[in-house]
DNA sequence: TCGTTGACTATTT
DNA sequence: GAAATAGCCAACG
Protein backbone atom coordinates (compact mmCIF):
# COMPACT_ATOMS: atom_id res chain seq x y z
CA UNK A 1 0.00 0.00 0.00
CA UNK A 2 1.77 3.23 -0.71
CA UNK A 3 1.61 6.34 0.94
CA UNK A 4 -1.41 7.59 -0.90
CA UNK A 5 -3.93 5.09 -0.71
CA UNK A 6 -3.37 5.70 3.69
CA UNK A 7 -4.58 9.03 3.08
CA UNK A 8 -7.11 8.65 0.44
CA UNK A 9 -9.14 5.76 2.89
CA UNK A 10 -9.42 7.81 5.86
CA UNK A 11 -10.59 10.98 3.87
CA UNK A 12 -12.80 8.69 2.60
CA UNK A 13 -14.15 8.02 5.72
CA UNK A 14 -14.97 11.40 6.70
CA UNK A 15 -19.12 12.00 6.98
CA UNK A 16 -21.16 14.73 5.07
CA UNK A 17 -20.71 18.15 6.55
CA UNK A 18 -17.74 16.88 8.96
CA UNK A 19 -14.07 17.91 8.27
CA UNK A 20 -10.63 16.98 9.26
CA UNK A 21 -7.13 18.62 9.35
CA UNK A 22 -4.12 17.88 7.98
CA UNK A 23 -2.67 17.09 11.32
CA UNK A 24 -5.34 14.65 12.48
CA UNK A 25 -4.68 12.43 9.37
CA UNK A 26 -1.35 12.67 9.41
CA UNK A 27 -1.58 11.15 13.32
CA UNK A 28 -3.90 8.57 12.12
CA UNK A 29 -1.24 7.21 9.41
CA UNK A 30 1.29 5.04 11.52
CA UNK A 31 4.19 5.91 9.55
CA UNK A 32 3.88 9.26 11.05
CA UNK A 33 3.44 10.95 7.55
CA UNK A 34 4.10 14.51 8.13
CA UNK A 35 1.01 16.73 7.54
CA UNK A 36 2.60 18.55 4.38
CA UNK A 37 3.25 14.65 3.01
CA UNK A 38 -0.58 14.81 3.06
CA UNK A 39 -1.45 18.23 1.71
CA UNK A 40 0.73 16.43 -1.24
CA UNK A 41 -1.13 13.43 -1.39
CA UNK A 42 -3.85 15.31 -2.48
CA UNK A 43 -2.17 17.20 -5.18
CA UNK A 44 -2.06 14.35 -6.76
CA UNK A 45 -5.19 13.91 -6.65
CA UNK A 46 -6.57 16.82 -8.72
CA UNK A 47 -5.77 14.94 -12.44
CA UNK A 48 -6.55 11.21 -12.82
CA UNK A 49 -3.57 11.20 -15.38
CA UNK A 50 -0.76 12.03 -12.72
CA UNK A 51 1.31 10.66 -10.34
CA UNK A 52 -1.74 8.34 -9.47
CA UNK A 53 -1.38 5.03 -9.01
CA UNK A 54 -3.08 1.83 -10.10
CA UNK A 55 -6.16 2.24 -7.31
CA UNK A 56 -8.66 4.18 -9.32
CA UNK A 57 -8.78 7.09 -6.40
CA UNK A 58 -9.69 10.60 -8.04
CA UNK A 59 -11.10 13.75 -7.19
CA UNK A 60 -14.46 12.26 -7.24
CA UNK A 61 -13.79 9.18 -5.27
CA UNK A 62 -12.13 11.02 -2.57
CA UNK A 63 -13.71 14.27 -0.74
CA UNK A 64 -10.47 16.44 -0.58
CA UNK A 65 -13.14 19.22 0.20
CA UNK A 66 -13.34 17.79 3.32
CA UNK A 67 -9.15 18.38 4.73
CA UNK A 68 -8.40 21.90 6.22
CA UNK A 69 -5.45 22.99 7.95
CA UNK A 70 -5.18 23.72 11.95
CA UNK A 71 -6.44 26.80 11.42
CA UNK A 72 -10.01 25.42 10.09
CA UNK A 73 -10.05 27.55 6.93
CA UNK A 74 -9.08 26.24 3.51
CA UNK A 75 -5.62 26.28 2.09
CA UNK A 76 -6.34 26.38 -1.67
CA UNK A 77 -7.52 29.67 -2.65
CA UNK A 78 -3.54 30.21 -4.08
CA UNK A 79 -4.01 26.71 -6.32
CA UNK A 80 -3.96 27.45 -9.87
CA UNK A 81 -5.71 24.12 -10.69
CA UNK A 82 -8.57 25.05 -8.19
CA UNK A 83 -10.67 28.10 -8.84
CA UNK A 84 -10.77 30.39 -5.61
CA UNK A 85 -13.70 29.24 -3.05
CA UNK A 86 -14.42 25.55 -4.63
CA UNK A 87 -13.85 23.89 -1.65
CA UNK A 88 -15.76 26.48 0.64
CA UNK A 89 -18.82 26.35 -2.10
CA UNK A 90 -18.75 22.12 -1.20
CA UNK A 91 -18.55 22.30 2.15
CA UNK A 92 -21.87 24.79 2.37
CA UNK A 93 -23.40 22.30 0.54
CA UNK A 94 -22.71 19.54 2.85
CA UNK A 95 -23.91 22.05 5.72
CA UNK A 96 -20.60 23.45 6.93
CA UNK A 97 -21.05 27.21 7.84
CA UNK A 98 -18.02 28.99 7.54
CA UNK A 99 -17.85 32.44 9.46
CA UNK A 100 -16.48 35.98 8.14
CA UNK A 101 -12.88 35.24 8.32
CA UNK A 102 -12.98 31.63 6.03
CA UNK A 103 -12.65 29.91 8.56
CA UNK A 104 -14.75 27.01 10.56
CA UNK A 105 -16.23 26.32 14.29
CA UNK A 106 -13.57 23.77 14.08
CA UNK A 107 -14.80 21.74 17.78
CA UNK A 108 -17.95 21.51 15.98
CA UNK A 109 -17.57 19.82 12.81
CA UNK A 110 -14.10 17.63 13.49
CA UNK A 111 -14.96 14.47 12.89
CA UNK A 112 -13.94 12.24 15.45
CA UNK A 113 -13.97 8.28 15.42
CA UNK A 114 -17.31 6.34 16.01
C1' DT B 1 22.21 11.14 -4.29
C1' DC B 2 21.18 16.15 -4.14
C1' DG B 3 18.62 20.40 -4.23
C1' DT B 4 14.22 22.37 -4.71
C1' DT B 5 9.46 22.76 -3.97
C1' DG B 6 5.04 22.62 -1.61
C1' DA B 7 -3.12 21.86 -0.56
C1' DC B 8 1.60 22.08 6.47
C1' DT B 9 2.59 23.22 11.55
C1' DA B 10 4.65 25.10 15.63
C1' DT B 11 7.71 28.35 17.60
C1' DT B 12 10.04 32.57 17.87
C1' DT B 13 10.70 37.61 16.72
C1' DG C 1 -0.77 39.28 15.03
C1' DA C 2 2.14 39.27 11.00
C1' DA C 3 6.65 37.65 9.38
C1' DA C 4 10.53 34.90 9.72
C1' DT C 5 12.48 30.33 11.05
C1' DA C 6 12.81 25.56 11.57
C1' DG C 7 11.21 20.91 11.10
C1' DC C 8 8.84 18.02 8.25
C1' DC C 9 8.56 14.33 4.09
C1' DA C 10 7.31 12.85 -0.73
C1' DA C 11 7.85 13.95 -5.61
C1' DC C 12 10.74 15.45 -9.36
C1' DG C 13 14.57 16.71 -12.43
Known amino acids: M ?3 EKVY ?3 RQIPKGRVL ?3 VISHMIDTRLSAQGVGW ?3 ALKSVDQTQ ?3 GYTSENVP ?3 VINSRAGISTHKQKSIPPGRQKKLLEEEGVVFQEDETIILKDYLWRDI
Do not use: C, D, G
Open 2 to 4: SIY
Open 9 to 11: KIV
Open 41 to 43: ALN
Open 53 to 55: PET
Open 21 to 23: TYS
Open 64 to 66: WHR
